[in-house]
Every structure is written in structure tokens, then in C-alpha cells.
């Protein structure tokens, strides 16, 4: 049933969930929120008849609890796709596709190129925002728990590089990018893709409930693919339209 | 002779284990000035405290004004009176404590005007007119706008009094009005309850080490000792010639403290 | 959302590490607090204005703004000026900082009630102003203290969830963690709950048998 | 350099909803601190037992658990708030239940004279309480109140656990827009302690206007 | 006649903007018993006060048993006595307070103990076994091991002497000794005050309103009222011939008021 799109077009907005992590998602100095993620979902939700989207910053951690709560009816946050995600929330086409990347002090002293390899240094820690993908990557790398250091966002992690408190911060590509780039600081560098790590795609995702919702949204995220307006959006922010258009959400769910 | 208006009979308070009264039964005629006179911790102030209803008594009957105090009659049965009969009867008792219990929030009119506002709905311009009629009497009526912490102890003191007698009780208690006083303030009490004892035909109960007070003050004085009345009688029976061993040590002591009697 | 049981069981040994945890950062900011307490009330104290105003405003800074914020300039803003703590460490100093000046005023209200006819006759039996603090003041000021001092740990040990703003993995981190990991969150934090309630009630009981035993001085 | 002025104005925004959360929770506090407060003095047991529970558990729990039940929990158990509501329920409901202890420690403090002088004058229950014991209790709160008032708004910093843009929630996204750690939890420091001053002087200005001609109600 | 052991001379005192003492002077004897008597605010407990060190003056100069109270000789000049020579003239002076002071959280022994032991370093033995012959002589030997909150007003009265006399001060001051005890308890107190000044030949300064008590224990009576000595002389011409009117409308207050004289 289609109850739900009826209830958000007459409320004329939808609510989404999103990290504040640019250029996933950012918010403006104008408190104007943007980033590749809602002003996909904006322009999908237009035309899907509702006017406009209104986005909260929520922690990763919260961001499953608060749909299945009904806190939100979208999380669109750069939350990849993986199977036990699949399972929470219903997902829509892949939109946003992205390698790994560590933020490390120049020259990386540790010599990291994956995973595993911070694993393998015992006295070797690694930031990453609590709940992310990027948390679990390290901890099935084989990384304990107590040296996968859990950053509250993307400033602190960079911070925390910088003052030597954690050996690598780990994010996608161009969010690493997109701190080094406002940070300036020539004594950071970047490693991109880590090793090992597969490429991740996010999607729109829907609470199980709202399938018929998801599906509609499916339906007007194809045309646009279509239509080149879906890389009109988000190729500035540095994404890869083709990317998400190479996959299939039914592929990436069921993933190993 | 018309009958008595209090009639306490046989009744008994303890406080935990301790009794303070066991048995104790006295009379009061309407009008009467009655002075309790005793040594420290004897049950004087309990009395008082059980006659405006402040403690519950253990067994025991008072009467007062030919009802019951502690019991409601229904259906010829006597049951535990219920608040609402403790109300009606707590009308006919007035009570001014040792320490004044003025309330500090509240000036010296509105303190005198508050209760019979509230409890039997007289209008303020009512109220007020006789509570001024009353701070006259007392000597307060100039100072009706001030607050209590503004007054002397002698002031509240009066202040308390004509706040006890606003709502007109027929029976006034007192409990060492003037004990807590700077000796040199006391005499203006003393002054206006003379006046209250020579004006009015209310029955007075009053708890006292003032023997000179007591002695021009009552017309019948109680000895209480360990919660019992050892001695009583007019005050120059009791205070002159004094029958009991037990009295005539107290006044002895009392009057080596330094007071006159 | 059903309750899983077994869900429970699983997560149990994750979140008693981080009651350690916060078990030890109150502790250790219970210590620091009482230190700092200490000091700040000695301080106003002072008959010079010079140290007495500036450390009153300082205690009044740290009373009027959030601890959360404080843990954030201590650990993101202070290594700027070359100072690096562990979380932990960050962490306990933050809470012993914030609730020193709770202890601060709990000082001074316990000093301040011993009556001023000790003070006097301690003069009058000509007793030094040392003698005066050691044998008359401290020992009757102290015990009402306690109890007041036990209530803020209480406290503090309720706010030891903020810590996970500067990673420190307390009992509030570790239930996140679970709940990031399994997409379940309505366990963990319950359990956080329970604990914390658990904890409380016991520190309630103590508190009571501290009020009974040191509450009150008969004079 | 990056556009402050606009930041500014994002950080203003967050103070908005600080001062709202502030001053909606003090109301919900100071509701349920009355009748929580004088709920335990009650004759009856179910409301002294009722009363007794609920300060209990919301002194016992941590607000952060608290606030994250009302924010995610109750939705489940179909009460739906926004995060403003939540926000204000979850920190009037835990400062309400610091404050029924003060009503009630207030209440009982007024001497036991006080409520036989109203016996003496045949006042009832209720009467005495409204006209003669809450005025004078009333002062004795006050101070207290105030600095509950304060708690209240330093709690209102971990309200971003449930995504409300307070200002420290804006601090961060400021800092993490501009990189710049130092200047926005700078500006909110002071920012909180200007607001926990204007409390204070608003209290102790109430208080002096109450206490006008009181003196020796409080001793 | 020997020399004054405490000279006061042209003293000032002001508590803000008020004066309560303004060019006292004044003289007593050694071993003589003074009493001050006077309406409440006269300045009577000022004058103890500023004796005891417990205030200081803002102008004038004491001397105690020939010595500079607040101020120091150094090379002929005088200057404001430091906290070693305060130290020193205290062992002189002990003084009894209203409220008696007791230390709560120490038994009725070690009160008496604690200021030999640590003021001039008597050893535990010595210091209990006069003190134990103090407690013995206010009557009070069998409870030693009592903490003060077990004890009376009375009793508490009577340690507190005990616990001034531990020092052997040569004066004692007396700051209404007996008005917080109840009129029972007041007896015993006067009783080892009478002792005590037939017994010793201390110097003794006493603020009473017991005017009857002051009339039996004064060598000589000074009556105050604002800061000044109204009139001065034996006993028995103050209390029963008052030359000054102020003084004679005083006594009759009292009187009235049901005090003996
Ligand atoms: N609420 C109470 N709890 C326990 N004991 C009490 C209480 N009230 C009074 N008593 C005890 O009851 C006895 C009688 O007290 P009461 O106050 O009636 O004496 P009193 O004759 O008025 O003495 P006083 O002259 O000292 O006022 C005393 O021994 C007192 O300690
Ligand atoms: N610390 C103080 N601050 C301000 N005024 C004071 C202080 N101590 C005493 N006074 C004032 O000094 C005056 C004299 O006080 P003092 O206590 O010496 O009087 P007193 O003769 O002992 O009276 P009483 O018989 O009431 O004890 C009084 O008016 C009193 O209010
Ligand atoms: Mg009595
Ligand atoms: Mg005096």
C-alpha cells in the first residue's frame, strides 16, 4: 500500500536521517543542509509530489533505531549496503559509491595499506565512527576491540591523527578527502583505497514497513539514473554516477 | 451553679513508653481563670496541647461545653471524633503558644485577619475592622502594616493573643506566653491579658512560672506534678500555705531562683 | 521490537567492561574532586581578593556551563597548547574539575555550620588558630560533609555516559557498540538502566546509613 | 577565512533551542516537583508510594538512558514526540524529580509550630498549607530551585543524543564544517555561562523581592 | 589597696555605623566580684567580649594585671598587640558563655582536658585528675564520660565552668550564665557560682538580669544603659536607693515583671 508517500505528500515533507559527513552529507553555514545523499533524495521526493525534505544529524549508531522508532522516514547518510543491514532496513537502489581510505600522519610511519595491517602492529590503533562500516572492516580484519577507537565524527578522528592519539582514521575516500581538503594540514596523508576493502554503494534506506514507499522512490531514482540528472547531482560532489548504476542493491545485500 | 464547659475525665497520654498523664480528670466552669502551675515536664503544656486537639489522647473522655472533644455521638454510639467534628469543636478554643507562631510571611493585620477569612468566610472589610478593634486592644494597632520580624517579643506576643481572639473562642488557652521574653517586655503582656481577664467572661487556662501573675491573674490554681494534680485551690491558699510537701519544696525553689511570688 | 533474552546473555560480558570502566573514572574523579574541592574552598577563603575573586570566578565558570563541553575543549582544544591526556585521563580530570567545585561549596557550607560560639570559646580556652581547625572545627564540620560530598559522586557517576564524547568505552560506549553492531538497541540501553538504577539504589542505602552516621552533631 | 558571521548565526540557532528546552523543562520541573513533592507527604500511601517511585527511578537512572527511552523507546510503544517534545519530557521529568525532594525537604522544614498555629486557628489541611506553610517554604526553595534551573541547562547539551540541534549539537557541526575546534565551543562556553548568570541573578533578584520583610523565616 | 587588675580606659567600640561603647572607662580589683547590670543593648555583653578578645576595640586602651591587652610595648612605643601576645594575656581571662559552648563532639572530660593539654602541654594524667577535682566541685564528677548532648541545661552550665576554671584564669567573665536554662535548673548553677566566689580569690565580672543573685554575689554593682555606667556602688544602695532615675525605672520594670531583688 502507498498509505505512507499519501501521508508525506500531504504533510509535504519527508524526514531524513543524515551524519554530517561531508560530502555525503554537510550542512551549510546557513544551516542549509546538502551533500550528495538528501539532495538526491530531495530531488526524488519532489518528484514523488513531496515538496520538500527536512534532515536531522543523527549518530550512525541511531540512525537504524530511529526509523525503525519512526523518528525518521529516510535514512540518506552514506550507509552502505551490507547483508546484516539488509536485513534492518529496506533499501533502495544503490546512489552513492565509494572505496575505503586512512587518514594517517605523512609519510605513513606505520607503513598501513589495509586492514590487516593494523592488526598485525600490536601497538596500532585506528579511529572510525562507532557503527560504521568502516569499524567493522577493521574489527573482521582481525583488529581487537580495544584498539578500534570509536570517533563521535569526522573533525575529532582528524584531530585525533593530528595530536597522535590514533595511528589511522579510516572513512571513505572522499569524506578522507573532503576533511583533508578543509584541514590543509601538510603533515596528514591519505591512503586510497585500502587495500582489500571493497568498493561500498549506500542507498536510500526505508524502514521494512515502508516497501511500497522504497519502491515508488525506485521507480523515480531509475528515471533520473536514466536521464543523467542522477550525475548532474552528485558527480560534483566528486561521486561516480556510474558506479551506482553498475550494481544492483539485490547484488551488494547479498554480499560476503 | 451552671454546668462546668470543660470536663476532662480520666484520661491518659504517653508519649512512647513514658506516661504523661494517666487518669488525670478536672473540671472548669464557664468564665473561670484557671492558673497550672508545676515543675518542668510535668504534663502542663500537654493539657493544653490535648484541649486544642495538637495530641491524640490514649483513653479517657473531655467534654467541652457538653460535647465531646475526641468522640461524635451517632446513633447513641460513641465513635473517634472525625475531622470534621474536631473542626467544629476546635471553634470554641483559642491557644497562644510560647514561642507566638506568628507567621512570618504575613504582616500584623493580615496575620489576625487570616483565620476568619478562611475558616468562616467573614469579608475582609468585616475582618478587618474588628481585627483593628483588637490590635487596639492589645496596644498593636499602629503597627497592623508591620511584619512580625519587625516587632519586639512582647509585640508578637500580643499580636499572637489578638490573633487567638479574633475568631472569638469561648475558652483561651496559654502556654507560658511570657517565658521566652526579656524580662523588661513581659509586663506589657501581662498588661493586656489582666485586661482580657477584667473585660471579657472567657474561661482562661494558663500555664505559668510567673507566681505573681498567677496569683493576681487565677481564680483557681492547679499544682501538677508528674501528671497529676497534687495540690489546687484559690492562689492564696496555694501560694501562702501550701498543704503538700511537693508544693511547698517547688515554690521554695522557685523563689530562691530569684521570683517573686 | 521483541526482547531477546539470549541477545542479553551475548552482550552481558561487553557491558560489565564498561561498568569497570565507569566504576574507576568515578572513582578516581571522586578522589580529584574532593582534592580540587578542597582547594577552591581554602582558596576563596583567602583574604587576598587577588587569589579569591579569580578562583570564585573560575569555580562559578565550570559550575555554569556543561560538563560535555568541557570534556570537548579539554581533550579536542587543549592539545593545541601542547597538553595531550588519554581519554581517561581527560576524562576523570573533566569530571574531578566540574565536581571540585561542587565540593567546593559543600566545604564551605559545612565549615560555615559550626556555630560561631565554638570558634569563641576555642578562643576563650586560648587555643591557637591551628589547634582551633585540628581539635574544634574539622572534627564537628567533616562528618555532616560526608554525606552531602557521597551525593555528588552519585552524581557524577550518572554522568559518566558523557565521557563517551572523547571515546573513553564506558558502560554508555559499550552498550552503543552493541547496539551499532547487532542493530539492536532497546537491550543495551536497558541495561545500561538497570544497571545504573541498580547502582543507585545501593548508593541510595549507603547514602541513608552516611546521613545516619555522620548526618547530624548533637549539640 | 570561512564565513563566522554565519556560523555565528547557526550557533544562535542552537542557543534558540537551548533557552526553549531550558525554559519548557523548568516548567515541566517545576510541576512535578510540586506534586511529586508534596505527593510524598500525602496521607494516603498509593500517592506517597507513586510520588516515591518516580523520584526514585529518575534519580536513580541516568538522563542519557532516560532521555534515549522517551526518544526511541516510546515511539515503540506507540507514543510519538518530536524530538523537542521528548527533549523537554525527558529533562523536566528527571530535574522534576530533583526538585520534589527540595519541595519536600522545604515543606518539612517549616517548624512544626507553624502547623499548630494553624490547628490553633481551625485553618484546614489544605488552607494552612496554601496560606501559612507553601509562602514561607517557597523562599527556602528558591535558591535551590535556581540551581536546579542551571543543572537543567547544562543537561540540556546531551539532548544531541537524540538529534535536537541544541548549541553544543551546533558547535559541533560548525567545527566539523570549519575544522576550527577552538573558536565554537569558545563561544558556546561563554554562551551557557551567560545564560546560567542570567538565571541566578533572576533567582536571587525573586528572592530578595520575596524575602522583603521576612527577615528570621530562614534562620 | 593593691593595683587594678583590669584598667579600662576611655574605650570605643561601633558595630557599623553604630556606637555601643563610647569612652568607657572603668577599673576593678583584684578578687573583687563585679556585677553589670542595665537594659537588653546597653553593651554589657560587648564589654565581656572585648575582655575576652572575642571583639576588638576601635579606640582606648585595656590593661590587664598591669599589662597592654591589645597593644605591645616594643622600644618604648606601643603598638597593636600580635596574635603570640594576645596568645599570652588570654591565659589571664576564662569566660562562660550564655549558650554554654561546649565542644558536642567531646565528652564532659575531654572538654576539660583539651585546653591544658594543648595550651600548656599538661600531660593527659595531670590534666584529667583536676580536672576531675573541677567536675567534682560543680557536682558533675559522675559524668564525665557523658557527651554534652546528654546532658541538661543545667549541667551543661556547670561543665562549661568547670572547663574555664581548667586554665586558672585570673577572671572570669560571666555572660548571663542562667537565662537559657529553665527557671528549675537555674538554682544549681548559682550554686556553684556562690561556691566558687566564697572559695577563690579570682576576679570575677558577671552580666546577670537575676537580680537577686547579683545582689547576693557582688562586691559592687555597675548599672549600664547605652554604652555608659549610669551608677555605680555596694549592692545594696544600687538595688534598694537608686540614685538615678534611669536606674530606678529599670529596677521597677524588673520587679513588676515578678523578679525578686
Ligand atoms: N512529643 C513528645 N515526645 C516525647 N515526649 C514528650 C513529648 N512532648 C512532651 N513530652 C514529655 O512529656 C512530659 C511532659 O511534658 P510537658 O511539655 O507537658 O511538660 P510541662 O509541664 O509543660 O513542662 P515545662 O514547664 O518544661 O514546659 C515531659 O517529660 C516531656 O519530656
Ligand atoms: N556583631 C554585632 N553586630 C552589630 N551589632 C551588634 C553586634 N553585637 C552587638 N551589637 C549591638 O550592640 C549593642 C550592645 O549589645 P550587647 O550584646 O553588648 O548588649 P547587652 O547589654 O549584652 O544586651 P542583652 O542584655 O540583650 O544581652 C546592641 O544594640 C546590639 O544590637
Ligand atoms: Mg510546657
Ligand atoms: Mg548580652
Given at each position: 500500500d502507498d498509505s505512507k508517500l499519501e501521508q508525506l505528500k500531504e504533510q509535504g515533507f519527508a524526514r531524513l536521517a543524515i551524519a554530517n559527513e561531508p560530502p555525503y552529507t554537510a550542512v551549510a553555514a546557513d544551516g542549509k543542509v546538502s551533500g550528495a545523499a538528501p539532495d538526491v533524495a530531495r530531488e526524488v521526493f519532489k518528484r514523488l509530489g513531496v515538496a520538500d525534505v527536512v534532515a536531522s544529524i543523527s549518530e550512525y549508531g541511531a540512525?537504524?533505531?530511529?526509523?525503525?522508532?519512526?523518528?525518521?522516514?529516510?535514512?540518506?547518510?552514506?550507509?552502505?549496503?551490507?547483508?546484516?543491514?539488509c536485513a534492518a532496513v529496506a533499501y533502495s537502489e544503490p546512489v552513492l559509491c565509494?572505496?575505503?581510505?586512512?587518514?594517517?600522519?605523512?609519510?605513513?610511519?606505520?607503513?598501513?595499506?589495509?586492514?590487516?595491517?593494523?592488526?598485525?602492529?600490536?601497538?596500532?590503533?585506528?579511529?572510525?565512527?562507532?557503527?560504521?562500516?568502516?569499524?567493522?572492516?577493521?574489527?573482521?580484519?582481525?583488529?581487537?576491540?580495544?584498539?578500534?577507537?570509536?570517533v563521535p565524527d569526522g573533525q575529532s578522528g582528524l584531530k585525533m591523527v593530528q595530536d597522535g592519539r590514533i595511528d589511522a582514521y579510516s572513512l571513505p575516500v572522499l569524506s578522507i578527502n573532503d576533511l583533508m581538503k578543509k584541514a590543509n594540514d601538510p603533515n596528514l596523508e591519505v591512503i586510497a583505497p585500502v587495500q582489500g576493502a571493497p568498493v561500498y554503494c549506500d542507498g536510500a534506506a526505508f524502514n521494512k514497513k515502508d516497501t511500497a514507499l522504497r519502491d515508488a522512490f525506485n521507480v523515480e531514482l531509475a528515471k533520473m539514473k536514466k536521464s543523467g540528472e542522477f550525475a548532474k547531482i552528485i558527480e560534483p560532489y566528486g561521486f561516480s554516477a556510474a558506479a551506482a548504476m553498475s550494481t544492483t542493491t539485490e547484488k551488494l545485500c547479498s554480499a560476503k | 451553679m451552671s454546668a462546668p464547659i470543660i470536663k476532662i475525665d480520666s484520661i491518659a497520654k504517653s508519649f512512647g513508653a513514658f506516661k504523661v498523664l494517666?487518669?488525670?480528670?478536672?473540671?472548669?466552669?464557664?468564665?473561670?481563670?484557671?492558673?497550672?502551675?508545676?515543675?518542668?515536664?510535668?504534663?502542663?503544656?500537654?493539657?493544653?496541647?490535648?484541649?486544642?486537639?495538637l495530641e491524640r489522647i490514649d483513653g479517657g473522655h473531655i467534654q467541652i461545653d457538653g460535647e465531646h472533644l475526641y468522640h461524635m455521638e451517632r446513633n447513641g454510639q460513641l465513635l473517634p471524633a472525625d475531622e470534621r467534628h474536631l473542626t467544629r469543636m476546635r471553634q470554641k478554643i483559642g491557644m497562644v503558644f510560647q514561642l507566638f507562631n506568628l507567621f512570618p510571611h504575613k504582616c500584623v493585620l493580615d496575620n489576625v485577619t487570616l483565620a476568619p477569612m478562611l475558616t468562616k468566610g467573614t469579608p475582609r472589610a468585616a475582618a478587618e475592622k474588628r481585627a483593628m478593634e483588637l490590635l487596639d486592644m492589645v496596644g498593636m494597632a499602629d503597627k497592623a502594616k508591620n511584619m512580625p520580624a519587625q516587632l519586639s517579643g512582647g509585640q508578637k506576643q500580643r499580636v499572637a493573643i489578638a490573633r487567638a481572639l479574633a475568631l472569638s473562642?469561648?475558652?483561651?488557652?496559654?502556654?507560658?506566653?511570657?517565658?521566652?521574653?526579656?524580662?523588661?517586655?513581659?509586663?506589657?503582656?501581662?498588661?493586656?491579658?489582666?485586661?482580657?481577664?477584667?473585660?471579657?467572661?472567657?474561661?482562661?487556662?494558663?500555664?505559668?512560672?510567673?507566681?505573681?501573675?498567677?496569683?493576681?491573674?487565677?481564680?483557681?490554681?492547679?499544682?501538677?506534678?508528674?501528671?497529676?494534680?497534687?495540690?489546687?485551690?484559690?492562689?492564696?491558699?496555694?501560694?501562702?500555705?501550701?498543704?503538700?510537701e511537693r508544693t511547698q519544696a517547688f515554690l521554695k525553689k522557685i523563689i530562691a531562683a530569684g521570683h517573686r511570688v | 521490537m521483541e526482547w531477546d533474552w539470549d541477545f542479553v546473555w551475548q552482550i552481558l560480558p561487553t557491558l560489565i567492561q564498561g561498568v569497570k570502566i565507569t566504576i574507576l573514572a568515578t572513582l578516581l574523579g571522586s578522589v580529584l574532586a574532593a582534592v580540587v574541592g578542597l582547594a577552591i574552598a581554602l582558596l576563596r577563603r583567602s583574604p587576598n581578593r587577588l587569589i579569591s575573586r579569580p578562583v570564585g570566578f573560575f569555580a562559578e565558570f565550570i559550575r555554569g556551563t556543561p560538563l560535555l563541553v568541557q570534556l570537548y575543549f579539554i581533550f579536542y582544544v587543549l592539545p593545541d597548547i601542547g597538553i595531550l591526556l588519554p581519554p581517561l585521563v581527560a576524562g576523570v580530570i573533566g569530571l574531578g574539575l566540574h565536581y571540585g567545585t561542587y565540593a567546593a561549596e559543600v566545604y564551605r557550607a559545612g565549615i560555615d555550620n559550626v556555630p560561631r560560639g565554638q570558634w569563641e570559646a576555642a578562643k576563650a580556652c586560648n587555643l591557637s588558630a591551628r589547634q582551633t581547625w585540628t581539635h574544634i572545627i574539622l572534627p564537628q564540620a567533616i562528618p555532616p560533609m560526608i554525606p552531602a560530598l557521597a551525593n555528588y559522586f552519585v552524581a557524577m557517576f550518572k554522568e559518566t555516559p558523557l565521557l563517551s564524547a572523547i571515546t573513553v568505552l564506558e558502560l554508555m560506549n559499550q552498550a552503543k557498540l552493541v547496539a551499532n553492531s547487532y542493530y539492536r538497541y532497546v537491550e543495551p540501553m536497558t541495561l545500561v538502566g538497570v544497571f545504573f538504577l541498580i547502582i543507585s539504589l545501593f548508593s541510595v542505602i549507603l547514602l541513608r546509613w552516611l546521613e545516619r552516621r555522620y548526618g547530624r552533631i548533637e549539640r | 577565512m570561512t564565513d563566522w558571521s554565519g556560523y555565528l548565526y547557526l550557533i544562535l540557532q542552537g542557543a534558540l533551542v537551548t533557552v526553549e528546552l531550558t525554559l519548557m523543562g523548568s516548567v515541566l520541573a517545576l510541576i512535578?516537583?510540586?506534586?511529586?513533592?508534596?505527593?510524598?507527604?500525602?496521607?494516603?500511601?498509593?500517592?506517597?508510594?507513586?510520588?516515591?517511585?518516580?523520584?526514585?527511578?529518575f534519580r536513580g537512572t541516568s538522563i542519557f538512558v532516560q532521555l534515549f527511552w522517551v526518544y526511541f523507546v516510546l515511539p515503540l510503544a506507540g507514543f510519538e514526540l518530536t524530538p523537542l517534545q521528548a527533549g523537554v519530557l525527558g529533562l523536566g521529568l528527571n530535574v522534576g524529580a530533583y526538585g520534589a525532594e527540595v519541595v519536600r525537604g522545604a515543606v518539612q522544614s517549616i517548624g512544626k509550630e507553624q502547623y499548630e498555629a494553624c490547628v490553633a486557628l481551625n485553618l484546614g489541611r489544605w488552607q494552612g498549607m496554601r496560606h501559612v506553610i507553601l509562602p514561607q517554604a517557597l523562599l527556602l526553595m528558591l535558591p535551590t530551585f535556581g540551581n536546579n534551573a542551571i543543572e537543567l541547562l547544562k543537561a540540556t547539551s546531551v539532548v544531541s543524543l537524540i538529534s535536537l540541534a541544541d548549541m553544543t549539537f551546533q558547535a559541533n557541526i560548525v567545527r566539523s564544517q570549519t575544522g576550527n575546534t577552538m573558536l565554537p565551543f569558545a563561544t558556546i562556553l561563554i554562551l551557557y555561562f551567560a545564560m546560567a548568570s542570567a538565571i541566578s541573578w533572576g533567582v536571587r533578584t525573586l528572592e530578595r523581592r520575596m524575602a522583603r520583610g521576612l527577615d528570621g523565616v530562614r534562620t
Amino acid at each position: 500500500d502507498d498509505s505512507k508517500l499519501e501521508q508525506l505528500k500531504e504533510q509535504g515533507f519527508a524526514r531524513l536521517a543524515i551524519a554530517n559527513e561531508p560530502p555525503y552529507t554537510a550542512v551549510a553555514a546557513d544551516g542549509k543542509v546538502s551533500g550528495a545523499a538528501p539532495d538526491v533524495a530531495r530531488e526524488v521526493f519532489k518528484r514523488l509530489g513531496v515538496a520538500d525534505v527536512v534532515a536531522s544529524i543523527s549518530e550512525y549508531g541511531a540512525m537504524i533505531p530511529g526509523l525503525q522508532a519512526g523518528r525518521f522516514d529516510v535514512v540518506t547518510a552514506g550507509l552502505f549496503m551490507k547483508p546484516e543491514r539488509c536485513a534492518a532496513v529496506a533499501y533502495s537502489e544503490p546512489v552513492l559509491c565509494d572505496a575505503e581510505a586512512m587518514l594517517v600522519k605523512k609519510g605513513n610511519p606505520k607503513g598501513f595499506k589495509s586492514y590487516e595491517d593494523v592488526a598485525k602492529d600490536t601497538s596500532a590503533t585506528i579511529g572510525a565512527p562507532g557503527g560504521g562500516t568502516e569499524e567493522k572492516l577493521a574489527l573482521n580484519a582481525g583488529v581487537p576491540r580495544d584498539r578500534v577507537i570509536v570517533v563521535p565524527d569526522g573533525q575529532s578522528g582528524l584531530k585525533m591523527v593530528q595530536d597522535g592519539r590514533i595511528d589511522a582514521y579510516s572513512l571513505p575516500v572522499l569524506s578522507i578527502n573532503d576533511l583533508m581538503k578543509k584541514a590543509n594540514d601538510p603533515n596528514l596523508e591519505v591512503i586510497a583505497p585500502v587495500q582489500g576493502a571493497p568498493v561500498y554503494c549506500d542507498g536510500a534506506a526505508f524502514n521494512k514497513k515502508d516497501t511500497a514507499l522504497r519502491d515508488a522512490f525506485n521507480v523515480e531514482l531509475a528515471k533520473m539514473k536514466k536521464s543523467g540528472e542522477f550525475a548532474k547531482i552528485i558527480e560534483p560532489y566528486g561521486f561516480s554516477a556510474a558506479a551506482a548504476m553498475s550494481t544492483t542493491t539485490e547484488k551488494l545485500c547479498s554480499a560476503k | 451553679m451552671s454546668a462546668p464547659i470543660i470536663k476532662i475525665d480520666s484520661i491518659a497520654k504517653s508519649f512512647g513508653a513514658f506516661k504523661v498523664l494517666d487518669g488525670l480528670s478536672m473540671q472548669v466552669m464557664p468564665g473561670e481563670k484557671l492558673a497550672l502551675i508545676g515543675p518542668s515536664g510535668s504534663g502542663k503544656t500537654t493539657i493544653l496541647r490535648i484541649l486544642m486537639t495538637l495530641e491524640r489522647i490514649d483513653g479517657g473522655h473531655i467534654q467541652i461545653d457538653g460535647e465531646h472533644l475526641y468522640h461524635m455521638e451517632r446513633n447513641g454510639q460513641l465513635l473517634p471524633a472525625d475531622e470534621r467534628h474536631l473542626t467544629r469543636m476546635r471553634q470554641k478554643i483559642g491557644m497562644v503558644f510560647q514561642l507566638f507562631n506568628l507567621f512570618p510571611h504575613k504582616c500584623v493585620l493580615d496575620n489576625v485577619t487570616l483565620a476568619p477569612m478562611l475558616t468562616k468566610g467573614t469579608p475582609r472589610a468585616a475582618a478587618e475592622k474588628r481585627a483593628m478593634e483588637l490590635l487596639d486592644m492589645v496596644g498593636m494597632a499602629d503597627k497592623a502594616k508591620n511584619m512580625p520580624a519587625q516587632l519586639s517579643g512582647g509585640q508578637k506576643q500580643r499580636v499572637a493573643i489578638a490573633r487567638a481572639l479574633a475568631l472569638s473562642p469561648k475558652i483561651m488557652l496559654f502556654d507560658e506566653v511570657t517565658s521566652a521574653l526579656d524580662p523588661e517586655l513581659v509586663e506589657e503582656v501581662l498588661n493586656v491579658m489582666r485586661k482580657l481577664a477584667a473585660e471579657t467572661d472567657m474561661t482562661m487556662l494558663l500555664v505559668t512560672h510567673e507566681m505573681g501573675f498567677a496569683h493576681d491573674f487565677a481564680d483557681r490554681v492547679l499544682f501538677f506534678d508528674r501528671g497529676r494534680i497534687v495540690e489546687e485551690g484559690k492562689p492564696d491558699e496555694i501560694f501562702r500555705h501550701p498543704k503538700q510537701e511537693r508544693t511547698q519544696a517547688f515554690l521554695k525553689k522557685i523563689i530562691a531562683a530569684g521570683h517573686r511570688v | 521490537m521483541e526482547w531477546d533474552w539470549d541477545f542479553v546473555w551475548q552482550i552481558l560480558p561487553t557491558l560489565i567492561q564498561g561498568v569497570k570502566i565507569t566504576i574507576l573514572a568515578t572513582l578516581l574523579g571522586s578522589v580529584l574532586a574532593a582534592v580540587v574541592g578542597l582547594a577552591i574552598a581554602l582558596l576563596r577563603r583567602s583574604p587576598n581578593r587577588l587569589i579569591s575573586r579569580p578562583v570564585g570566578f573560575f569555580a562559578e565558570f565550570i559550575r555554569g556551563t556543561p560538563l560535555l563541553v568541557q570534556l570537548y575543549f579539554i581533550f579536542y582544544v587543549l592539545p593545541d597548547i601542547g597538553i595531550l591526556l588519554p581519554p581517561l585521563v581527560a576524562g576523570v580530570i573533566g569530571l574531578g574539575l566540574h565536581y571540585g567545585t561542587y565540593a567546593a561549596e559543600v566545604y564551605r557550607a559545612g565549615i560555615d555550620n559550626v556555630p560561631r560560639g565554638q570558634w569563641e570559646a576555642a578562643k576563650a580556652c586560648n587555643l591557637s588558630a591551628r589547634q582551633t581547625w585540628t581539635h574544634i572545627i574539622l572534627p564537628q564540620a567533616i562528618p555532616p560533609m560526608i554525606p552531602a560530598l557521597a551525593n555528588y559522586f552519585v552524581a557524577m557517576f550518572k554522568e559518566t555516559p558523557l565521557l563517551s564524547a572523547i571515546t573513553v568505552l564506558e558502560l554508555m560506549n559499550q552498550a552503543k557498540l552493541v547496539a551499532n553492531s547487532y542493530y539492536r538497541y532497546v537491550e543495551p540501553m536497558t541495561l545500561v538502566g538497570v544497571f545504573f538504577l541498580i547502582i543507585s539504589l545501593f548508593s541510595v542505602i549507603l547514602l541513608r546509613w552516611l546521613e545516619r552516621r555522620y548526618g547530624r552533631i548533637e549539640r | 577565512m570561512t564565513d563566522w558571521s554565519g556560523y555565528l548565526y547557526l550557533i544562535l540557532q542552537g542557543a534558540l533551542v537551548t533557552v526553549e528546552l531550558t525554559l519548557m523543562g523548568s516548567v515541566l520541573a517545576l510541576i512535578m516537583a510540586f506534586v511529586a513533592g508534596l505527593g510524598r507527604l500525602s496521607r494516603f500511601f498509593a500517592v506517597r508510594a507513586l510520588a516515591t517511585a518516580y523520584i526514585e527511578f529518575f534519580r536513580g537512572t541516568s538522563i542519557f538512558v532516560q532521555l534515549f527511552w522517551v526518544y526511541f523507546v516510546l515511539p515503540l510503544a506507540g507514543f510519538e514526540l518530536t524530538p523537542l517534545q521528548a527533549g523537554v519530557l525527558g529533562l523536566g521529568l528527571n530535574v522534576g524529580a530533583y526538585g520534589a525532594e527540595v519541595v519536600r525537604g522545604a515543606v518539612q522544614s517549616i517548624g512544626k509550630e507553624q502547623y499548630e498555629a494553624c490547628v490553633a486557628l481551625n485553618l484546614g489541611r489544605w488552607q494552612g498549607m496554601r496560606h501559612v506553610i507553601l509562602p514561607q517554604a517557597l523562599l527556602l526553595m528558591l535558591p535551590t530551585f535556581g540551581n536546579n534551573a542551571i543543572e537543567l541547562l547544562k543537561a540540556t547539551s546531551v539532548v544531541s543524543l537524540i538529534s535536537l540541534a541544541d548549541m553544543t549539537f551546533q558547535a559541533n557541526i560548525v567545527r566539523s564544517q570549519t575544522g576550527n575546534t577552538m573558536l565554537p565551543f569558545a563561544t558556546i562556553l561563554i554562551l551557557y555561562f551567560a545564560m546560567a548568570s542570567a538565571i541566578s541573578w533572576g533567582v536571587r533578584t525573586l528572592e530578595r523581592r520575596m524575602a522583603r520583610g521576612l527577615d528570621g523565616v530562614r534562620t
